[in-house]
């Protein structure tokens, strides 16, 4: 099973030969077999990279995230086909049962507002407002709490008037937002993908532009992942050590249902839960992400 993180910060040409990702810089020559590779993240405009290479990466599902000039993840590849992938898999995402979709959201939902009361708590901040709104929460949730809920909590988190604007690359702190997110999103379509389903498909996002609906909406209770990350960090600028901070942030440890775990391999299991709950091969599905106190104390061991 794949399991590194390659992350290319200079220049340097990559190529493939004999099984091996050649790294070509300046200094130095790196070979990485190809079977290790869960993520190339390409975190400079300065690299090239071959059609061989990109073509065996995506043969072992491997994701390349290709970022622009800001550092901001602006594309990654698309495998059209998965090892696991078959034409009954496809059947039933097609005919997933309504109702089972709107339970699963309900339960994304309620799991990403309890992580970001948890988040909000963990910083020593009133949350008697958010925990009022989420118990109105309802069935699918009818009346939209996930926005509501949104909108208060950045404020809380980040100051009065802050504003979570997704195409705001010059202000530092949406940037770092922009970027983890961007990570975890790539985590969640490769783990889909691995599991036979397409990602274009969601319960809940439907956006016709948008071809990770169905990440987007499995992904929701791991974003206050990040939001905690980059609240603790105080920073005034989108630094090399922060981007790279936000890559290994998928090797920390959380705890998914119970058990203790990195989080690549909670996004993992979560993805396969999720997906056989809509397939129904599960009865009931257990959301439960505990992480505020190994997100802090990852920023407090400085490992930034």
Known sequence: ????????????????SGRMMIVQTDSKIHSIPIEDISVLMIATTQAVITSALVAKLSQNQSKIIFVDNHYLPVSETCCYYSS?????????????????????WTHIVAGKISNQISVIESLGINTDDLEKEADKLEFGDATNREAVVARKYFELLFGSGFKRRSDDEEECVNAALNYGYS????????????????????????????????????????????????????????????????????NQEIQLNGQKMRISTAIEKHVSNCIRFLNGDLDNIEIEVDFTDEVQSYEINGHV
């Open 84 to 104: 696991s992938r078959t034409l009954e898999s496809l059947r039933k995402q097609f005919e997933w049962d309504e109702y089972r979709k709107e339970n699963l």
């Open 183 to 250: 990570i975890i999103l790539s985590s969640f379509s490769r783990a889909i993908v691995a599991n036979g389903c397409l990602t274009h498909i969601g319960i809940h996002h439907s956006n016709n532009q948008n071809e990770y609906n169905l990440a987007s909406d499995l992904m929701e209770p791991f974003r206050p992942i990040i939001d905690l990350y980059v609240a603790v960090q105080n920073f005034t600028e989108f630094s090399r050590s922060i981007r790279m901070s936000l890559i290994n942030l998928l």
């Open 1 to 16: 099973m794949s399991w590194r993180t390659v992350v290319i910060t200079q220049h340097a040409k990559l190529s493939y």
